[in-house]
């Protein structure tokens, strides 16, 4: 199975709600990283969180880390119709090289 | 705009055609990687390469061949595909190998394989 697991796969949430979205992953990490990407274009970088990292806020987006749990949650507060994408974790292992990625979140705000 | 520029946006050929698909980022990147994304899969790593040398293959079949000629641009060349080889093809630029530092992609390049 995929190093990355996101959870739910589709999420449909009204315009101003709150959006949380998990991700769960089986080895050790470097840092976990969260894109988003909207439908047929290229992902985009959200965040990134380091292994020795807890929690990291950008804008609307709040990321937690468990590193004793191997997961991690995307929340989006406040979303909007524009936040309709998919969002994927990633997770960089100690040894550099790549990133893994999970299945990733459709989220669907409706406006 | 994340800096990194696919050509072309789109691709439709058949599986006796020669193509190639083109990335390119100005953001003085040192790692260039090859993405596949399939329908309902997680995005597939196929190659990456750091300043120009390939460190690694993903067992991607031999007709993908990449091309590295510098640290800003990377190429993906096609030759007798499959139809199950039709996907968006992403490129990704990074400062560093991809594991430590964050990922610019570029927006994709959609290939149908008639």
């Known amino acids: 199975s995929q190093q990355g697991e996101e959870d739910p796969q589709a999420l449909s949430i009204q315009e101003g709600e709150n959006a949380t979205m998990n991700c769960s992953y089986k080895?050790?990490?470097?840092?976990l990283q969260w894109y988003r990407q909207n439908s047929g274009r290229g992902l985009v970088h959200l965040i990134l969180i380091r292994s020795n990292e807890r929690e990291k806020h950008s804008g609307r987006l709040r990321v937690t880390l468990d590193t004793s749990k191997k997961s991690s949650s995307l929340l989006i507060t406040a979303s909007r119709a524009a936040d309709t994408a998919s969002y994927f974790c990633a997770t960089g292992q100690t040894s550099g090289s790549r990133l893994t990625f999970g299945e990733g979140t459709q989220l669907t705000v409706n406006p | 705009e994340t800096g990194v520029t696919q050509t072309p946006r789109h691709l439709v050929m058949g599986m006796t055609n020669k193509k190639s698909l083109k990335c390119e980022q100005h953001?003085?990147?040192?790692?260039m990687y090859w993405y596949k994304q399939s329908a309902k899969k997680p995005l597939e790593l196929m190659f990456v390469y750091n300043f120009k040398e390939q460190t690694e293959n993903n067992s991607v079949p031999s007709r993908f061949s990449p091309e590295c000629p510098n640290s800003s641009h990377l190429f993906l060349h096609l030759h007798t595909l499959q139809p199950e080889d039709s996907a968006l093809y992403l490129c990704?630029?990074?400062?560093?190998?991809?594991?430590?530092?964050?990922?610019?992609f570029g927006q994709g390049t959609r290939l149908t394989v008639v």
């Open positions: 080895t050790s990490i470097n840092n």
């Open positions: 953001l003085g990147h040192n790692a």
């Open positions: 990704a630029s990074s400062q560093f190998l991809q594991g430590n530092t964050e990922a610019f």
